[in-house]
């Protein structure tokens, strides 16, 4: 049972312009969620993470908005850049649970 | 550089082997955490140790153990190793037991061959 879902293996953007990542969960009990980055022969890098009592969060040329209602979260890039292109993967925790349930990943490309 | 440390890097190892994987947590951390990454999947999470003692288990079989040190380095041991262990295995480590950022290594990947 894939709880933390990302649909979109792959998305290509031009240098720039916006990248939206999308992410859905499916446990109630979720109230923390975080996005990393991972880089081939590389462990994930966290990125930018957003409380359940907040919808939006913001860190420099990352943005991260929550949809409690429709279990939903989205990672906002902009401008995209050459460097930012990675997989990056959606986790999510309870504050009660140890594990970081993570989604499968979408591979940006970020294109000249 | 996350300040996780793993070792090693690459093991090559035959079936029915058993290896261990080493994992230094950053600075002040007291939480380790580890995770397996097979072939197209997303990081399952193994087990959750946090300044000495096993706080969780997740799909880890009984085939693999781990622990962690007065040092709060953790090793994971895989005994009786099989050719569907061959994976990633990423540690990582946050500062407090469980709910907060977690900062990874940059892993081991096992192949058995």
């Known amino acids: 049972d894939q709880q933390v879902k990302q649909n979109s293996p792959s998305l290509s953007v031009q240098e720039g312009r916006i990248s939206i990542l999308n992410c859905d969960y499916t446990?109630?009990?979720?109230?923390?969620f975080l996005w990393y980055k991972k880089y081939p022969a590389e462990g994930p890098t966290f990125l930018i993470s957003?409380?359940?009592?907040?919808d939006k969060n913001e860190d420099g040329r990352f943005t991260v908005f929550l949809n409690k209602s429709a279990k939903h979260l989205s990672l906002h890039i902009v401008p995209s850049q050459p460097g930012d292109s990675a997989v990056y993967f959606c986790?999510?925790?309870?504050?009660?649970?140890?594990?970081?349930?993570f989604g499968t990943g979408t591979r940006l490309q970020v294109t000249l | 550089d996350s300040g996780v440390t793993q070792t090693p890097k690459h093991l090559i190892t035959a079936t029915g082997q058993r290896v261990t994987l080493r994992c230094s947590p950053r600075?002040?951390?007291?939480?380790v955490y580890w995770y397996q990454q097979s072939l197209d999947q997303g990081l399952q999470f193994l087990i959750h140790?946090?300044?000495?003692?096993?706080?969780a288990k997740g799909n880890i079989l009984e085939r693999f153990s781990a622990q962690q040190f007065p040092d709060l380095h953790s090793e994971l041991n895989l005994s009786s190793l099989e050719l569907g262990d061959s994976a990633l295995y990423f540690c990582?480590?946050?500062?407090?037991?469980?709910?907060?950022?977690?900062?990874f290594g940059p892993g081991t990947r096992l192949t058995v061959l």
């Open positions: 990582a480590s946050s500062a407090h037991g469980g709910g907060d950022e977690q900062f």
């Open positions: 446990n109630s009990m979720f109230d923390y």
């Open positions: 957003i409380s359940s009592i907040k």
């Open positions: 986790a999510a925790s309870a504050q009660t649970a140890s594990k970081l349930t």
């Open positions: 600075s002040g951390d007291l939480s």
């Open positions: 140790y946090y300044n000495g003692e096993e706080r």
